[in-house]
């Protein structure tokens, strides 16, 4: 890991006065994944509404590292409709999906997804959940790379909302209580 020792590096879940920072931190990522030909997130979403929608629900969740908001992600404990077209998941209930999975630019490269992934598994353990999904543009290989890390098995392709390139590649968790 690359993040000085003597920083503070923690999960919480993210509140109305993190809105801006978070936004930021979302077109931060758009920028990104243009710039490395990725169509994910480059037709407007994910938005201030969603993001604003997601703390209302309690679904969001902010990395904060030396007391700044560094990163951001929705932990969504609900059914998720994209993902219905695939039968070879391995967990069919108790499960959370994960969208939204962004770190600041200034704070890329050093390890801090990890720290974030690991917080949020531990999370959803806690509050009862055994398994996660989540899913990724098949360009996105930083994001694929994080996710074999963590041992997710890729389970297929999903289509999700999109006039550019709705196909996605999904992935599951399933963990030990």
């Not at 690359?2 to 930021?24: C, F, G, H, M």
Request: hydrophobic share 40%.
């Amino acid at each position: 890991m690359n993040v000085e020792e003597d920083k503070v590096i923690y999960t919480r879940l993210a509140k109305k006065e993190d809105v801006p920072q978070i936004v930021s931190i979302i077109e931060e990522a758009k920028e990104v994944l243009r710039k490395g030909g990725s169509p994910q997130w480059q037709e407007g979403s994910p938005n201030e509404a969603l993001i604003c929608s997601d703390i209302e629900h309690d679904y969001g969740y902010v990395l904060v590292y030396n007391q700044t908001v560094v990163g951001y992600l929705a932990m969504i404990n609900k059914e998720d409709e994209d993902y219905k077209i695939l039968d070879n998941w391995k967990q069919e209930d108790n499960y959370v999906v994960i969208h939204r999975v962004a770190i600041s630019s200034a704070y890329q490269g050093k390890g801090l997804a990890s720290y974030f992934f690991s917080n949020i598994l531990s999370i959803a353990l806690s509050k009862g959940y055994t398994s996660v999904r989540i899913d990724t543009h098949r360009v996105n290989v930083t994001m694929q790379k994080l996710l074999e890390k963590f041992s997710f098995i890729y389970r297929g392709i999903v289509f999700v909302e999109s006039n550019i390139d709705g196909e996605r590649f999904a992935y599951e968790l399933v963990m030990e209580a």
